[in-house]
T-cell receptor, first 115, second 112 residues
Framework: ETGVTQSPTHLIKTRGQQVTLRCSSQ?????VSWYQQALGQGPQFIFQ???????GRGNFPPRFSGLQFPNYSSELNVNALELDDSALYLC??????????????FGPGTRLTVT | GENVEQHPSTLSVQEGDSAVIKCTYS??????FPWYKQELGKGPQLIID?????GEKKDQRIAVTLNKTAKHFSLHITETQPEDSAVYFC???????????FGSGTKLNVKP
């Protein structure tokens, strides 16, 4: 087990609704990255938070937003849900220092279904 | 941006045989290459990684090789066991951005 936890485990939402997913990072880690994993595909980078600021973003629209809190936990918010947003959402925590960072450890994910 | 390709998409081996999964990347600036194992219903688990200043790394039955010139890296699993059955993902990253680009995955089936 990595020590990264995510909630909820599963979620069913209707198109047009909004959703908030939560992640608690591994003890001692200061960075959280969020990924979207569609069925049968590799994870795709959404964005990363470091010291409560967004630190890089993938090709996702602005309706995907996030927050990082002083205890390094994080939230992913998705507005105006679309059917294509149905996926496994993964968060990964890491320790990033002045010389960069390497290992990312993933949580179990939140399975989001949009109907 | 970075593009990571992974082959094969499925791999079936007999218990005790070796398995090799290959990945190529496009951005020569990438310098960190982790491998993840994902079991059904779970998040990806880091199993081994390699940095660009090293050509090979081993951890018991698992090894990873990196060819920076050709921009490809491979995962080698020896003496495979049924519990090795899972989906394996490679990834590439530029460490100071800490953003991973994943391959599409290889479903490994180890037959007893």
């Amino acid at each position: 087990e990595t020590g990264v936890t995510q909630s909820p485990t599963h979620l069913i939402k209707t198109r047009g609704q909004q959703v908030t997913l939560r992640c608690s990072s591994q003890s001692g880690h200061n960075t959280v990255s969020w990924y979207q994993q569609a069925l049968g595909q590799g994870p795709q980078f959404i964005f990363q938070y470091y010291r409560e600021e967004e630190n890089g973003r993938g090709n996702f629209p602005p309706r995907f937003s996030g927050l990082q809190f002083p205890n390094y936990s994080s939230e992913l918010n998705v507005n105006a849900l679309e059917l294509d947003d149905s996926a496994l959402y993964l968060c990964a925590s890491s320790l990033v220092g002045t010389s960069g960072g390497y290992e990312q450890y993933f949580g179990p994910g939140t399975r989001l279904t949009v109907t | 941006g970075e593009n990571v390709e992974q082959h094969p998409s499925t791999l079936s081996v007999q218990e005790g045989d070796s398995a090799v999964i290959k990945c190529t990347y496009s951005d020569s600036a990438s310098n960190y290459f982790p491998w993840y194992k994902q079991e059904l219903g779970k998040g990806p688990q880091l199993i081994i990684d390699i940095r660009s200043n090293v050509g090979e790394k081993k951890d018991q039955r698992i090894a990873v090789t990196l060819n920076k010139t050709a921009k490809h890296f491979s995962l080698h699993i020896t003496e495979t066991q049924p519990e090795d059955s899972a989906v394996y993902f490679c990834a590439a990253s530029l460490y100071n951005f800490n953003k991973f680009y994943f391959g599409s995955g290889t479903k490994l089936n180890v037959k007893p």
